[in-house]
C-alpha cells in the first residue's frame, strides 16, 4: 500500500498577522517550531521512506526539523505556495476596501483568479499535476511532502476529483496533516489533523 502524508509548514509571522506571504520567503515563529515538534509526535514512529518540500524558508526549516536523518529528502519547485503577486504582504480586509471588485471575481472562481502580477489556483494545480504524477510512480512505502496550505487544496482536486471550492471547507492550519492511502490505486483520505500548540 501507498501512502502519503501532506503536511502544512509550521506558524510564521504571515499566518500570525493574517497577510499573504506566497512566494516571499518567511521563516518559522517560535510557536511554528513548536508546532512542528507536535506534528513530529504526531506521526511517531512511521518509517518515512522518502520526502520532498518546497523551497521556501518556512518549509525547509519545518523539514528540518520533521524529517529524520537518512531520508532522501528532495526540494520540488512544482509544490512551491501560489505566487501572490502584488497581494503578497496584503491582508484580506485590506484587499476588500482597495480592490473590491477584484475579490468579488476571486470569491466566485478561486480556482480561475489571478492576483495581479502573480498566479491562478489553476496555474498552481497544472505543476502540482506533474509532481503527483511522479509521486504515483513510487513504490509501496510511506512519503511525506512538506508544502503549504494552495497546494494541498490542488493536490486533494488533483487526487480525489473534489471540487476546489469545496476544499476551503476543510481547516489546514499551519502543521496540518492529510494521511491519504491507496489501495488498487484508489485514494482515501484516512484523516486530517490540525496539532494544536500547547
Known amino acids: 500500500m501507498k501512502t502519503v502524508y501532506l503536511v502544512r509548514h509550521g506558524d510564521t509571522e504571515a499566518t500570525e498577522q493574517g497577510y499573504f506571504a506566497g512566494w516571499s520567503d518567511v521563516p518559522l515563529s517560535p510557536r511554528g517550531k513548536k508546532r512542528v515538534v507536535r506534528v513530529r509526535e504526531l506521526l511517531g514512529e512511521i518509517p518515512i521512506t522518502r520526502a520532498w518540500v518546497s523551497p521556501l524558508v518556512r518549509t525547509r526549516e519545518t523539514a528540518q526539523l520533521l524529517v529524520s536523518p537518512g531520508v532522501p529528502l528532495e526540494e520540488v519547485e512544482e509544490i512551491k505556495e501560489r505566487n501572490f503577486g502584488r497581494w503578497e504582504g496584503r491582508r484580506w480586509q485590506e484587499l476588500e476596501q482597495e480592490f473590491p471588485q477584484e475579490v468579488i471575481s476571486w470569491r466566485k472562481d478561486p ?48 487526487s480525489s476529483g473534489m471540487d476546489f471550492k469545496n476544499t476551503f471547507h476543510l481547516l489546514l492550519d499551519p502543521g496540518v496533516i492529510l494521511h491519504l492511502r491507496w489501495s488498487s490505486d484508489f485514494p482515501q483520505l484516512v484523516n486530517l489533523i490540525n496539532p494544536g500548540v500547547d
Open 111 to 158: 480556482l480561475s483568479f489571478t492576483p495581479p502580477g502573480g498566479e491562478s489556483f489553476q496555474q498552481v494545480l497544472s505543476r502540482v499535476k506533474v509532481f503527483w504524477e511522479k509521486l504515483l510512480e513510487q513504490e509501496e512505502g510511506n512519503y511525506l511532502v512538506i508544502t503549504h496550505a494552495g497546494v494541498i487544496r490542488c493536490l486533494l482536486v488533483h
